[in-house]
């Protein structure tokens, strides 16, 4: 329903507009420099020019009448649960670094957390649940993410795992088990056991992209995987073009272009990328 603009709806219109601009000069930078495929730089080029033209005319005509934008999942803020923010990466970090990911005992700011009531009294609901509805993949889901967000990585793992069980063909449960998969296999000393994560996560990943081609984040792990894991350059290279088609200005949309730009620029003397 259109609406007047109010001050803080045309401050909000303005910002999103000068977003979209410089995304497109950043576009055509990312063209020239051969970051980006034809059928993408299309893809993403018609989707900011459109939106940019509907932020125009809404700060012009004072009346905001864009396309309410797609309902945002509760996967997709998964990742940033608890003001989990990823830093900006380059394509030689690992998978935890590219996912703000902690390691154990530590919060979302890096600290130790405190002893929480609230807290435990939250996973005991959560764990109440989970024991009511052992089959129900969601609350195993929101469980999981409770956990890692508290820094128990491994019992986030055994939660995901569970949910992959009882539904076997959940997008979300499968690129997230893929996903923790692989950041616990940086954090075990044994090579094969290493290994074995690694392969596994892919896997996971794999089957997540078949579950739902359109679930981006996937996407972007599948990506790092394949990069991080396997020194698949060109299917990674796929893979994060793939993501910022689904979600041009995800939460991982700086890492993705990041990643691409690194990936694709030659080491110095060499043809390839640097391990």
């Known amino acids: 329903m259109s609406t007047k603009l109010d001050p803080e709806e045309r401050q909000e219109l303005e910002q ?3 977003f979209l601009l410089k995304s497109l000069d950043d576009l055509e930078g990312e063209r020239s420099a051969g970051n980006i495929d034809a059928e993408s730089y299309t893809e993403l080029h018609d989707d900011y020019t459109a939106r940019a033209a509907a932020t125009i005319r809404a700060l012009r005509d004072g009346i905001d009448a864009r396309p309410a934008p797609p309902p945002s999942s509760w996967r997709r803020r998964g990742l940033v649960i608890g003001g989990i923010v990823a830093l900006a990466v380059l394509a030689s970090v690992t998978l935890a670094a590219a996912l703000g990911a902690r390691l154990p005992g530590q919060t ?4 130790a957390p405190a002893a929480s009531t609230s807290r435990d009294g939250r996973q005991a609901r959560l764990q109440a649940a ?8 969601t609350v195993r889901l929101a469980l999981a993410r409770f956990l890692e967000e508290s820094g128990d990585m491994v019992g986030s793992l055994k939660q995901l795992d569970e949910a992959v069980r009882v539904a076997p063909e959940n997008a979300d449960a499968l ?23 690694v392969a596994s996560a892919r896997s996971l990943l794999d089957r997540a992209v078949q579950a739902n081609p359109d679930h981006a984040d996937a996407h972007f792990y599948r990506a790092v995987v394949l990069l991080e894991g396997f020194n698949e350059v060109d299917a990674a290279v796929s893979e994060f073009q793939r993501y910022l088609v689904l979600a041009p200005d995800g939460p991982f949309a700086t890492q993705a272009r990041n990643a691409l730009a690194q990936t694709l620029e030659p080491a110095p003397g060499s043809g390839t990328v640097p391990p």
Do not use: K, T, W
Not at 108 to 111: E, I, K, L
Not at 130 to 137: E, K, Q, Y
Not at 175 to 197: K, T, Y
């Open 16 to 18: 999103e507009r000068d």
């Open 108 to 111: 979302s700011s890096g600290n």
């Open 130 to 137: 989970v024991d009511a509805n052992p089959n129900d993949a």
């Open 175 to 197: 690129a997230d088990a893929g996903r923790v998969r692989f950041i616990v296999a940086g954090q075990v000393p044994s090579p094969d056991a290493q290994r074995q994560l």
